[in-house]
C-alpha cells in the first residue's frame, strides 16, 4: 500500500494548538460557593466528575483532525504509460543475377551474396536468435527487390515473421530479359509506399552490388524526390569492385566459378545518400555488412518516450468528517452530561 503523504503539510502546524484548545474549552467560565471546600474533598469522585473534561479534549482532537484535513492527506497512485515513436523502413535490396557472386563469405563458395543479405537482414529484422532486446519490433518494415525492374514484395508492416518468409523466397533473376540494375526505380518505389507512412521517421536502406543500367527513372532523381519527402537513404555496396567468382556452366553441363568482372557503382550511391542526409557503406564480406546493418540499427532507434501520470486518492473528507463528528460530540456532552453553570 503506497505511504500517505500531505498536499500542504505545513498546516499540520496547527495541530500544534491542540494543547491551548484543550486549557481553554478546561476553563469554561462557571462557579459555585461553598464555605469550605474540605467536605467536596472527602467525598467520593463520580464518573462525571473524572471525566469532565472530556468534551475539552474532544475540542482538542477537533483541532488535529480538521488541521490533517485540510493538509490534504493522499496517497499516490502511479501509472506509467510508454509511447513507442516507430521508424518506417524500406528495405531495397538487388536480386540481379550478379548477386550470386559468392565474394561475402571468406572460403565458402557455396553461399551467394543474396543468401549473405537475407541472413543480416533477418537478424536485423529479428535480432540474434538468443537475445533479448534486439531487432526491431515496434518498426513497420517493408521490402522492394530490383533488377532490371522493380516489384514491392511487402508493404510496411508490423508483421515480421510475414515480411521474413517474403524474403526468404525471394530468389535470382533467372530470365536475361528480366536481369539489370535498375537502383533508381527501387529507390523510388521505396519512396512512394514510405510517402503515405505517417511515421515520423522514414528510411530506405538501398543494397546493391552493381551500376545502374535499367529502369525508367535516374537514381539522383529518386533521391531529390526522397529528400523532399524528408526520407533518408542508407545505400550499401556488396561485394568486390573488379573480379568476383561467379558459377558459371562449362560446356560439359559442370558448374565451376569463373573470376568476372563486376562494378559497383559507388559515386552514384554515395550520392544518393548525401543528397538524402543519410549514409553510404560499404561491404567486403559477411562481417562487414553485419557491421553496417548494427550501424544503421543504432543510428536509426526507435523513440521511446515515457510519460508518469500520478493520480492521487484524497482522504481529507474521512479527516474532515471525523473532526466534524468530534465537535459534534464535544458541543452535545458540554450542553448536556458534562454541562457546567454559566
Given at each position: 500500500m ?12 496547527l495541530s ?13 467560565p ?13 467525598g ?6 473524572r471525566?469532565a473534561?472530556?468534551?475539552?479534549l474532544?475540542m482538542?482532537l477537533?483541532l488535529?483532525a ?10 499516490p497512485?502511479a501509472e506509467?504509460r ?6 518506417a ?8 543475377s550478379?548477386?550470386n557472386?559468392?565474394d561475402l563469405?571468406k572460403?565458402d563458395?557455396?553461399v ?10 533477418r537478424?536485423f529484422?529479428?535480432g540474434?536468435?538468443?537475445?533479448a532486446?534486439?531487432?526491431?519490433p515496434d ?18 508492416t508490423?508483421?515480421h515473421?510475414?515480411?521474413?518468409a517474403m ?7 533467372r530470365?536475361?530479359?528480366?536481369d539489370?540494375?535498375?537502383i ?6 521505396a ?15 538501398l ?7 535499367a ?16 526520407i ?10 573488379g573480379?568476383?567468382p ?6 560439359f553441363g ?13 559515386e ?20 562487414a555488412?553485419?557491421?553496417i546493418?548494427?550501424q544503421?540499427d543504432?543510428?536509426e532507434?526507435?523513440k521511446?518516450t515515457?510519460f ?13 468528517l ?7 460530540a ?11 453553570l454559566?
Amino acid at each position: 500500500m503506497s505511504e500517505i503523504e500531505f498536499r500542504d503539510p505545513w498546516l499540520l502546524l496547527l495541530s500544534l494548538l491542540a494543547p491551548l484548545v484543550f486549557v481553554w474549552a478546561s476553563r469554561r467560565p462557571s462557579m459555585l460557593v461553598y464555605s469550605s471546600l474540605a467536605i467536596l474533598d472527602q467525598g467520593p469522585r463520580s464518573v462525571r466528575v473524572r471525566l469532565a473534561k472530556l468534551p475539552a479534549l474532544l475540542m482538542a482532537l477537533t483541532l488535529i483532525a480538521l488541521s490533517i484535513a485540510i493538509a490534504g492527506p493522499r496517497t499516490p497512485d502511479a501509472e506509467t504509460r510508454i509511447s513507442r515513436e516507430g521508424v518506417a523502413i524500406m528495405m531495397v535490396v538487388d536480386h540481379s543475377s550478379s548477386m550470386n557472386a559468392r565474394d561475402l563469405v571468406k572460403d565458402d563458395q557455396s553461399v551467394d551474396r543474396l543468401q549473405v543479405v537475407k541472413q543480416v537482414f533477418r537478424q536485423f529484422v529479428l535480432g540474434e536468435e538468443g537475445t533479448a532486446g534486439k531487432g526491431r519490433p515496434d518498426d513497420t518494415i517493408g521490402l522492394i527487390a530490383f533488377a532490371g525492374y522493380a516489384d514491392s514484395l511487402c508493404p510496411l508492416t508490423l508483421d515480421h515473421g510475414n515480411l521474413v518468409a517474403m524474403l526468404d523466397d525471394l530468389e535470382l533473376v533467372r530470365r536475361e530479359d528480366e536481369d539489370g540494375t535498375a537502383i533508381g526505380d527501387g529507390l523510388a518505389l521505396a519512396v512512394e509506399r514510405l510517402r503515405r507512412s505517417e511515421a515520423k521517421s522514414r528510411i530506405v536502406i538501398l543494397l546493391t552490388d552493381g551500376v545502374n543500367n535499367a529502369g525508367a527513372i535516374v537514381p539522383k532523381e529518386a533521391a531529390e524526390v526522397a529528400a523532399a519527402n524528408n526520407i533518408k537513404v542508407y545505400s550499401i555496396g556488396a561485394g568486390t569492385n573488379g573480379l568476383a567468382p561467379i558459377p558459371m556452366q562449362d560446356p560439359f553441363g559442370r558448374m565451376r566459378l569463373v573470376r568476372a568482372e563486376v562494378e559497383i557503382d559507388e559515386e552514384t550511391l554515395t550520392e544518393i545518400a548525401d543528397v538524402t542526409g543519410g549514409q553510404y557503406f560499404r561491404a567486403v564480406d559477411i562481417d562487414a555488412l553485419g557491421e553496417i546493418y548494427g550501424q544503421i540499427d543504432r543510428l536509426e532507434r526507435t523513440k521511446v518516450t515515457e510519460f508518469r501520470y500520478l493520480q492521487y486518492t484524497e482522504h481529507y473528507g474521512t479527516f474532515a468528517l471525523l473532526g466534524l463528528c468530534l465537535m459534534g460530540a464535544a458541543v452535545v456532552l458540554g450542553s448536556t452530561v458534562f454541562r457546567t453553570l454559566p
